[in-house]
């Protein structure tokens, strides 16, 4: 019996051993020459269908007034910052510049800009370089910000969603904390990241387990990256199981308990 004991208590231990294997995150690579390059984070490069931001300022109000879009009434947006948690923008705010179809923008005075696949510094140095000296002697301020940097998590977390981020810089592990970290039924060694990159959807399987996931090129996303975290197997066998069948399974089950204890009943 002591025998039996033994080895039920033994294979307890085994087993939430390998439970923890599958839940904790960035645990060491079982890869001995694991590539341990690290990657800097990422500048985004600007895409159809991106709104930017941009502002010109200079000593001389007057001559930078015709390159700003005039102010409008904004509308309240929530935002998530790492440093103040979530914000409501309220009073006036600048117009976008949406990025067409071409990857285009129509800048005042200067007209059509080109600005696909391109950062936000270069952005600031084809608008500085066109606008001064010759409209503006003073040298200009120019400020390029994206309008629409969100990130969407979605699946097996405790509050998916779209999230903004004011800070334009957000990494995997920050989104998934943004949306309530994975709940126990999420696969933590198979979250697929949607990019689009270049018109092309990228598909791109990550392992929250695996500690190399920090210094791969994956950690930091981009403008409208989404997560999608899978269900385990445990929660897809139970969403196989319709409601009709639960019931039918607490029935029988019902029925069984009543006809042991009637047997115990007559027995005595």
């Given at each position: 019996?002591?025998?039996?004991?033994?080895?039920?208590?033994?294979?307890?231990?085994?087993?939430?051993?390998?439970?923890?294997?599958?839940?904790?995150?960035?645990?060491?690579?079982?890869?001995?020459?694991?590539?341990?390059?690290?990657?800097?984070?990422?500048?985004?490069?600007i895409?159809?269908?991106d709104?930017?931001?941009?502002?010109?300022?200079?000593?001389?109000?007057?001559?930078?007034?015709?390159?700003?879009?005039?102010?409008?009434?904004?509308?309240?947006?929530?935002?998530?910052?790492?440093?103040?948690?979530?914000?409501?923008?309220?009073?006036?705010?600048?117009?976008?510049?949406?990025?067409?179809?071409?990857?285009?923008?129509?800048?005042p005075?200067?007209?059509?800009i080109?600005?696909?696949?391109?950062t936000?510094?270069?952005?600031?140095?084809?608008?500085?370089?066109?606008i001064?000296?010759?409209?503006?002697?003073?040298?200009?301020?120019?400020?390029?910000?994206?309008?629409?940097?969100?990130?969407?998590?979605?699946?097996?977390?405790?509050r998916?969603?779209?999230?903004?981020?004011?800070?334009?810089?957000?990494?995997?592990?920050?989104?998934?904390?943004?949306?309530?970290?994975?709940?126990?039924?999420?696969?933590?060694?198979?979250?697929?990241?949607?990019?689009?990159?270049g018109?092309?959807?990228?598909?791109?399987?990550?392992?929250?387990?695996?500690?190399?996931?920090?210094?791969?090129?994956?950690?930091?996303?981009?403008?409208?990256?989404?997560?999608?975290?899978?269900?385990?197997?445990?929660?897809?066998?139970?969403?196989?199981?319709?409601?009709?069948?639960?019931?039918?399974?607490?029935?029988?089950?019902?029925?069984i308990?009543?006809?042991?204890?009637?047997?115990?009943?007559l027995?005595?």
């Amino acid at each position: 019996m002591k025998k039996i004991l033994v080895s039920l208590v033994l294979l307890a231990v085994l087993m939430s051993c390998r439970m923890s294997e599958n839940v904790a995150y960035f645990r060491p690579s079982p890869v001995a020459n694991a590539d341990k390059s690290e990657y800097p984070v990422p500048e985004s490069s600007i895409k159809v269908g991106d709104l930017l931001i941009i502002t010109v300022n200079s000593r001389t109000p007057e001559a930078a007034m015709p390159f700003n879009l005039p102010l409008l009434p904004s509308v309240n947006i929530n935002s998530y910052s790492f440093s103040g948690g979530a914000n409501v923008s309220s009073g006036v705010s600048v117009q976008n510049y949406l990025v067409d179809t071409e990857g285009n923008i129509m800048f005042p005075v200067l007209g059509k800009i080109h600005v696909l696949g391109k950062t936000k510094n270069q952005v600031m140095e084809i608008i500085y370089n066109a606008i001064h000296p010759e409209y503006i002697k003073d040298e200009p301020t120019v400020l390029v910000r994206f309008g629409n940097y969100k990130i969407s998590v979605i699946g097996e977390v405790n509050r998916p969603g779209n999230f903004f981020i004011d800070n334009e810089r957000v990494s995997v592990i920050e989104a998934l904390a943004l949306a309530g970290d994975l709940t126990v039924y999420g696969r933590r060694d198979n979250v697929l990241l949607i990019r689009e990159n270049g018109g092309q959807r990228e598909l791109i399987r990550l392992d929250l387990r695996d500690e190399n996931l920090i210094n791969s090129p994956w950690f930091y996303l981009q403008q409208n990256d989404a997560l999608y975290v899978e269900p385990n197997d445990p929660k897809a066998r139970s969403s196989k199981i319709s409601s009709v069948e639960s019931l039918s399974i607490s029935v029988v089950g019902t029925l069984i308990s009543l006809t042991s204890l009637l047997v115990n009943i007559l027995n005595k």
